[in-house]
């Protein structure tokens, strides 16, 4: 397996309270705070023989894990992934040997933030 691009990117954005209740119990704008919007890119794998298991070839889809069609990709993809950010669903083109990968659909925790602090 060789990687020809990554482009994945963790978007950062910054919640800010409006601030304009009409009671008087909450008179205040609440706190701001950074949370993980969005998990931009893709990451283009050039598969090798031998990358691919003949039980389980990794067609144009959308994918829960790719761990069982490819471990070395999986702990990539692992890798990269800040903790706290949990991908649900990845979306796999493929052309040839070439596969384009992208995250569908993911859900981050506070925890992502601090880890991304941390970097």
């Known amino acids: 397996m060789k990687i020809l691009k990554d482009t994945l990117e963790v978007g950062v954005e910054t919640w800010d309270d409006p601030g304009s209740y009409p009671n008087s119990l909450a008179y205040s704008p609440l706190p701001s705070y950074d949370y993980v919007e969005e998990i931009a890119g893709g990451i283009t794998v050039l598969l090798e023989p031998g990358d691919e298991s003949p039980d389980?070839?990794?067609?144009?889809?959308?994918?829960?894990?790719?761990?069982?069609?490819?471990?070395?990709?999986?702990?990539?993809?692992?890798?990269?992934?800040?903790?706290?950010?949990?991908?649900?669903?990845?979306?796999?083109?493929r052309e040839g040997?070439?596969?384009?990968?992208?995250?569908?659909?993911?859900?981050?925790?506070?925890?992502?933030?601090?880890?991304?602090q941390e970097d």
């Open 56 to 93: 389980f070839p990794i067609t144009p889809g959308f994918y829960r894990s790719l761990e069982e069609h490819n471990y070395e990709l999986f702990e990539y993809l692992r890798r990269i992934i800040p903790y706290g950010c949990d991908v649900n669903e990845w979306c796999v083109f």
């Open 97 to 116: 040997d070439t596969l384009t990968i992208t995250v569908s659909e993911f859900e981050a925790s506070g925890d992502a933030i601090l880890a991304l």
